[in-house]
């Protein structure tokens, strides 16, 4: 069975001069302030759609690859995972970077990363990023 999310946005004024809200469907989160400055001049001004983005990443590939390190029989105590994403103005989303550290008993690094990768290549919203020029991964066992 297919679940639908939504989200909206609302936006006021021109593109570098206006601003806007974005709310999360599921009122999980709402009003989350937008303006161009954050997005294309000083990522602490606020959020971006390209932030929403690299949220959506690192949930997902988080989620993917737990899911591949319980199916191998390795699976994770602890992931922690950050995805970056460049946004070059006239260009968009330029590059991807996932780094992820695990807490995963049984598993050797070779494992880790193949694993890793999987995840990388195959969770849905990496799918969905597929026309980014390039995702890059940095995948580490914890001590």
């Given at each position: 069975m297919a679940v639908e999310h939504t989200a909206s946005a609302t936006w006021e004024g021109d593109l570098t001069g206006g601003s806007g809200t974005v709310s999360l469907g599921s009122e999980a989160a709402g009003g989350i302030p937008l303006t161009w400055r954050a997005r294309a001049e000083d990522a602490s001004a606020g959020a971006s759609p390209e932030e929403l983005v690299a949220a959506a990443l690192a949930s997902c590939f988080s989620m993917a690859l737990s899911h591949g390190l319980a199916e191998g029989g390795t699976p994770a105590d602890e992931l922690k995972t950050s995805a970056t994403v460049t946004f070059q103005p006239g260009e968009g989303i330029t590059k991807i970077a996932l780094r992820v550290r695990g807490r995963v008993p049984g598993i050797d690094d070779a494992g880790f990363q193949e694993a890793a990768e999987d995840?990388?290549?195959?969770?849905?919203?990496?799918k969905a990023l597929a026309a980014v020029p390039e995702i890059t991964l940095v995948a580490e066992l914890a001590g």
């Open positions: 995840a990388k290549e195959n969770c849905p919203v990496s």
